[in-house]
């Protein structure tokens, strides 16, 4: 492991001698690629450095003990050393951490798809309380939010509605939200008290905008219609809403949220890229993943992830086991707990050789 932080480490300072120099940006492509390089080891590289310091001065301090010291001084080199091998061992997990494989999609944006599943208007306001969680969510940690599509209830449930949450890192916190989402509770419509279970579907898809994945103009069915909300409104007397089928894979995508019609093909395109490049890593993993599963999950839509409990104010996550008993806090986009907790177990796994 040292040896590879050290090549890293050589790496990164000729990276930052190579940037500094007066005629880099004459290749803007190349100026972007090695800034990206840099970008990406500089947090490795950071904590490095604080290791080895820290390294340095355990050895030192252990030296001094030789010394001629009075017992005060002594005992002040001692705290010292107890501190640092207390500090050093958590530096090295990091390290073994920031060392592993990244996703590559984890500086990517997302596309947020929530739909109503199973227990009929229930289920729609189910995917309405998801929907501003997650909303909550992306206030709380400054995500731009755009809707692509979006179709409701009557009673302002969510049928189907598809977000782009922007900032960088925004999918490697929100990917483990894929899956079916279970409630149980009390509908409003049930008047004897009794508690139902309905479910939503959450599928989080990384932006890939920036990737080339080939569309030919011949695969594609593009219908257009009028768009319009619940209940009669916001209705189009202009058939702006787009809706693209992807005939080879069947997909299909649509958009009413924008102004015009080439607006809403922009997104409706921008999100069928998005699903055709997540039906290819699928395929790509889908012998790997029937072998051996994560501890958080395959990530499957069909794969029941979390089950949220209104009579006893719990949230349990079904792949890693926890519960927290604070679901008004969650609902309020509160989730960095259980997040945090995701992403820890996926690093265990990998670290014990659970992913390769």
Known sequence: MLNRLKSLKERYDFLTEELAKPDIMDDKDNWRSLMKE???LEEIVEVYDIYKEKTTSLADCRAMLYDHLDSDMKEMVQE?????????????EELRILLLPKDPND????????????????????????????LRYAERHSYKVEYITENMT??????????NLSKKGAYSRLKFESGVHRVQRVPETESQGRVHTSAATVAVLPDVDDVQIEIREQDLRIDTYRSGGAGGQNVNKVSSAIRITHIPSGIVVACQ???????????AMRLLKSRLYERSLNAQHEEMASMKKSMVGSG????RIRTYNFPQGRVTD???????????????GDMDEMIDALIV??????????VQ
């Open 38 to 40: 840099h970008s990406n």
């Open 318 to 332: 079904h792949r890693i086991g926890m519960t927290l008993y604070k679901l008004d806090q969650f609902m309020d």
């Open 154 to 163: 009557e009673l302002g449930g969510v049928k189907e509605v598809v977000l």
């Open 300 to 303: 499957d839509r069909s794969e």
């Open 80 to 92: 010292e050393i107890d501190e640092l091998e207390l500090a050093i061992p958590k530096l090295e």
């Open 107 to 134: 500086d990517k944006d997302v596309m947020l798809e929530i739909r109503a599943g199973t227990g009929g208007e229930e289920a729609s306001l189910f995917g309405a309380d998801l929907l501003r969680m997650y």
């Open 257 to 267: 949220n924008e102004r015009s019609q080439l607006q809403n093909k922009e997104q």
């Open 345 to 354: 177990a996926e690093r265990t796994a990998q670290l014990s050789g659970e």
